[in-house]
């Protein structure tokens, strides 16, 4: 395909058109179609595809359209929108062949949804609209008084960003050691040179707290969020603010960091480690590794701020590969909760059974509770109990359409599947043998919640979890009552864990939290550790009561490595420890890993795609450098119905997986008719969970 010299404005044009096909369809990445006149690479056009009109994109310069198959011709051309930038289609085009995607699929998915579906018109009338909104007047800076003085620690690091601001930077801080006033810093001298910036985090619920300070710190500047819970309008309202350089500041979830941004010049990636980076579906990408790859190729300097630092990321400081700032203390010398280690084993039992709150740390609690102080206690699984179970015959509450158990809500009287959502009122008697006698086994927050309660006569408790918070609205409310006092104590799953600020809380207490030291999982560990770190950092914020304040951790492995280095705060001796463990298991960031993931109503079908996909891999020539593990199940082999499989690649070179994932997988789709009754594939690069 060799480009025109020069502009071409008459005659019939090829224009290349990425577009939205099916993955794995037999279609070609691009689509060649006729135009009428020259478009630049980045127009949006509609464009006919089989008997539909499909968005897309125009991705390659014209060539003339010479002799050569009829082509069908362009049906819209949406001129009203500035075309998307070279910088945007290198982000995009990156992605797809990283992570094994069509262009056109993963170009066209990450647009806001009434994007693809406006044509020119009905965009046109949008962008008038939009544009007729005033320019916000003065950009303003906010009053010096309102900004603290920094911290040493913060002016150090401030300084050693200014000095190199270039490249991809580790701001790793503890909880409360002011992270985000560094961000709001740098971010006002990118401002003032008349650049974007970009912030991305981690969770929908954690923008509004983040919109606030930056609105506040940036007045008469035009600050937009990008997230799924937008209505489409707004979405794209935002989007277009974004791609116009209208808004001067983005702050989004993972999505974001796909927002077109003509003056880009800073990228702030919070909470770096945190899981809601990756896309679990569809194009499997990492927001926080495309965000460093897109600043690396915008020369834009790529700020990562966590606690707990993604071993990965870690890694990349310790080799010198990032520059790691450090911010070892809290704000206002408030020091770091107190790590008390709760022994189960030395605990008297009742009836052989360990009570749910062990009675030193239910004393603590009440001690909270006179001084009028708060209480978190996290346990980490919803609903009432995970099985129902009778003791006459064994029976258990499976899912029917899973293999797992059914979990007891109580509120509602349910069982339900939180793998399928499969959900249906509690029997009266067992199913199986008539037994009335059928009782909970184990314990969730709503059973947390009860006993609590009874436990502590006159006090408020109250309970934070996906359940609690399934009502637009309710989290808001529910967090406005922690933080206005009405609470007194709060159980919560990890989602209370992250990023609030509850001023009055005293004491974090995790209940139980060993299952993942013995997980299969091997970034179990990691993840249970920036866990406890970040809950242990909703207590004692205010300088106040930080000297009061107390973690405790009630656990039947005290001694275990984690959690000592935990009572000392100690990251780096964690990391330490973990990264000596990957590196002699072969395992990430020592290693790069490739999932291939089958689904069929029989597992014996999708074993035996992922063996026929295993023995095309030997025939490879890049094999040699990558390993293909036998298929094994997923933890939970069967949700809704379906079987899965799943396969593990694993290299010591990342280029070398690509090379070998790049000349694998297109052969895969053609296998993939060879096996009747496969529902689906898909192949996951750097997965998080294997
Ligand atoms: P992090 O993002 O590291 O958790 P924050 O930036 O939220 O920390 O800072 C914690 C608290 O300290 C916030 O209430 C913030 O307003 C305040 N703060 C941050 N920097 C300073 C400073 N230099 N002087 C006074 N207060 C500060
Ligand atoms: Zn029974
Ligand atoms: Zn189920």
């Given at each position: 395909m060799s480009d025109v010299e020069g502009p071409v404005t008459t005659g019939r044009h090829c224009v290349a058109v990425a577009v939205e096909t099916p993955h794995h369809a037999a279609l070609e990445a691009l689509l060649d179609y006729e135009a009428t006149h020259a478009l630049a690479p980045g127009?949006?056009?509609?464009?006919?595809?089989?008997?539909?009109?499909?968005?897309?994109?125009?991705?390659?310069?014209?060539?003339?359209?010479?002799?050569?198959?009829?082509?069908?011709?362009?049906?819209?051309?949406?001129?009203?929108?500035?075309?998307?930038?070279?910088?945007?289609?290198?982000?995009?085009?990156?992605?797809?062949?990283?992570?094994?995607?069509?262009?056109?699929?993963?170009?066209?998915?990450?647009?806001?949804?009434?994007?693809?579906?406006?044509?020119?018109r009905q965009l046109g009338r949008r962008l008038t609209r939009l544009l007729r909104e005033p320019e916000v007047a003065a950009p303003g800076a906010a009053a010096a008084a309102d900004m603290p003085a920094l911290s040493v620690e913060q002016a150090a690091a401030l300084a050693a960003l200014q000095a190199d601001a270039s490249g991809t930077t580790l701001l790793h801080g503890v909880t409360g050691s002011g992270k985000t006033e560094v961000y709001l810093r740098l971010a006002a001298q990118v401002l003032a040179a008349g650049r974007q910036v970009l912030v991305l985090v981690p969770e929908i619920n954690l923008t509004p707290q983040l919109e606030a300070r930056f609105a506040a710190r940036f007045p008469g500047r035009r600050l937009v969020s990008l997230h799924s819970a937008l209505t489409?309008?707004?979405?794209?309202?935002?989007?277009?603010?974004?791609?116009?350089?209208?808004?001067?500041?983005?702050?989004?979830?993972?999505?974001?960091?796909?927002?077109?941004?003509?003056?880009?010049?800073?990228?702030?990636?919070?909470?770096?480690?945190d899981a809601s980076f990756k896309q679990q579906e569809g194009a499997r990408y990492s927001a926080r590794d495309l965000a460093v790859w897109r600043g690396q190729n915008e020369q834009v300097p790529v700020l990562l701020g966590s606690a707990t630092p993604s071993l990965e990321t870690w890694q990349r400081a310790e080799q010198g590969r990032y520059q790691r700032l450090t911010?070892?203390?809290?704000?206002?010398?408030?020091?770091?909760?107190?790590?008390?280690?709760?022994?189960?084993?030395?605990?008297?039992?009742?009836?052989?059974?360990?009570?749910?709150?062990?009675?030193?740390?239910?004393?603590?609690?009440?001690?909270r509770i006179a001084r009028g102080e708060q209480s978190l206690l996290l346990l980490n699984r919803r609903g009432y109990a995970p099985v129902l179970h009778c003791h006459h015959c064994s029976w258990k509450s499976g899912c029917p359409h899973?293999?797992?158990?059914?979990?007891?809500?109580?509120?509602?009287?349910?069982?339900?599947?939180?793998?399928?959502?499969?959900?249906?009122?509690?029997?009266?008697?067992?199913?199986?043998?008539?037994?009335l006698d059928i009782a909970p086994l184990g314990r969730g927050t709503e059973k947390l919640e009860e006993q609590l309660a009874a436990l502590l006569p006159g006090a408020r408790v109250a309970r934070i979890d996906a359940d609690s918070t399934r009502h637009k609205g309710a989290l808001e409310s529910q967090l406005g009552a922690v933080h206005d006092g009405e609470v007194d104590v709060l159980v919560g799953t990890q989602m209370v864990a992250k990023g609030h600020d509850f001023r009055r809380m005293t004491l974090v207490a995790a209940i139980d939290p060993d299952g993942a030291l013995y997980s299969s999982d091997f970034r179990a560990g990691e993840r249970l550790f920036a866990l406890l770190m970040q809950a242990g950092g909703r207590a004692g914020r205010s300088a106040e009561q930080a000297a009061a304040s107390e973690m405790w951790v009630q656990t039947a492995s005290p001694e275990h490595p984690l959690y000592q280095?935990?009572?000392?705060?100690?990251?780096?001796?964690?990391?330490?420890?973990?990264?000596?463990?990957?590196?002699?298991?072969?395992?990430?960031?020592?290693?790069?890993?490739?999932?291939?993931?089958?689904?069929a109503r029989e597992a014996a079908v999708a074993t035996a795609f992922l063996q026929a996909a295993s023995e095309a891999a030997a025939a490879l020539a890049e094999g040699g450098a990558v390993s293909v593990y036998p298929p094994v199940p997923p933890a939970v082999p069967r949700v809704a119905g379906v079987e899965r499989m799943q396969m593990l690649l694993e290299s010591a070179s990342r280029p070398a997986l690509q090379r070998f994932l790049s000349a694998w997988l297109p052969g895969l789709q053609?296998?993939?008719?060879?096996?009747?009754g496969l529902a689906r594939w898909a192949v996951d690069v750097d997965p998080l969970v294997i």
């Open positions: 127009t949006l056009v509609r464009v006919p595809l089989g008997r539909h009109e499909r968005p897309g994109i125009v991705w390659a310069r014209q060539r003339p359209a010479a002799a050569g198959p009829v082509l069908r011709p362009v049906s819209e051309v949406l001129e009203g929108l500035p075309p998307l930038s070279a910088h945007w289609m290198a982000l995009v085009a990156f992605a797809a062949a990283y992570y094994q995607r069509h262009v056109g699929e993963l170009a066209l998915t990450v647009l806001p949804p009434e994007l693809r579906r406006s044509d020119d489409p309008a707004q979405r794209l309202n935002h989007w277009l603010l974004a791609h116009l350089g209208r808004a001067d500041l983005v702050l989004g979830t993972r999505l974001a960091v796909f927002a077109p941004m003509p003056r880009l010049g800073l990228v702030v990636v919070d909470e770096e480690h911010l070892a203390t809290r704000i206002g010398a408030g020091a770091m909760p107190r790590v008390r280690l709760l022994d189960t084993r030395q605990l008297p039992r009742q009836r052989g059974v360990l009570p749910a709150v062990a009675a030193p740390l239910l004393d603590a609690v009440r001690q899973c293999s797992a158990w059914r979990v007891f809500h109580k509120a509602d009287r349910t069982l339900r599947c939180h793998h399928c959502g499969f959900a249906e009122p509690v029997p009266r008697a067992c199913p199986d043998c008539g037994n280095a935990l009572v000392k705060h100690d990251f780096s001796a964690f990391a330490a420890s973990q990264l000596a463990e990957r590196r002699s298991a072969g395992l990430p960031p020592y290693s790069s890993l490739a999932l291939v993931r089958a689904e053609a296998l993939r008719k060879q096996h009747k």
